[in-house]
């Protein structure tokens, strides 16, 4: 018996966990934490329900992404990805680069996610939900705190 097959359909099922702005740690499984959260959090919770999804199409995957995945170093001058730079060591690990990295990820993997499933009714988009969106996910670093402090009067409001 599957984890999920109790449940007996899902429609959608948006994956918006994220952190931002983490200072450098491993996860259990000795993975980068800001890839760990962002990113395989999210496969693997779609992976466990895609039986579920299928069994209840028509559904849908709604992945958040952000528009900064578009800053990030994993892909070379050839569009090549070099997935070593996931779970980079402490000294060259940049706060803002990691969360960039895992939203890029998100993007593949909506894209992905939608080649396999949506013959079976399943569809997967990645989205992003505008510009400096003001939320608490900044609270790990004061420099952040105060850059979303000043910007509030121009973002755009949960």
Not at 102 to 124: A, D, Q, W, Y
Request: aromatic share 12%; hydrophobic share 40%; glycine share 4%.
């Amino acid at each position: 018996m599957r984890l999920f097959s109790v449940y007996r359909s899902l429609h959608v099922l948006v994956c918006n966990a994220a952190v931002f702005a983490l200072p450098w740690s491993l996860t259990k499984d000795g993975l980068e934490t800001t890839f760990q959260v962002n990113h395989l959090g999210h496969f693997y919770l779609v992976q466990l329900l895609q039986d579920v999804l299928c069994r209840s199409a028509p559904a849908r995957v709604v992945v958040v992404s952000s528009e900064s995945h578009r800053f990030t170093d994993i892909n070379d001058s050839s569009g090549k990805l070099d997935f070593s730079r996931l779970s980079p060591s402490k000294n060259d690990y940049w706060a803002m680069l990691a969360y960039n990295r895992s939203k890029l990820c998100n993007i593949l993997f909506s894209s992905e996610l939608h080649r396999r499933l949506s013959p079976r009714g399943v569809t997967s988009n990645a989205v992003h939900p505008g510009n400096m969106m003001y939320s608490s996910l900044h609270r790990g670093w004061w420099v952040y705190t105060l850059l979303f402090t000043l910007a509030r009067p121009f973002t755009k409001s949960m």
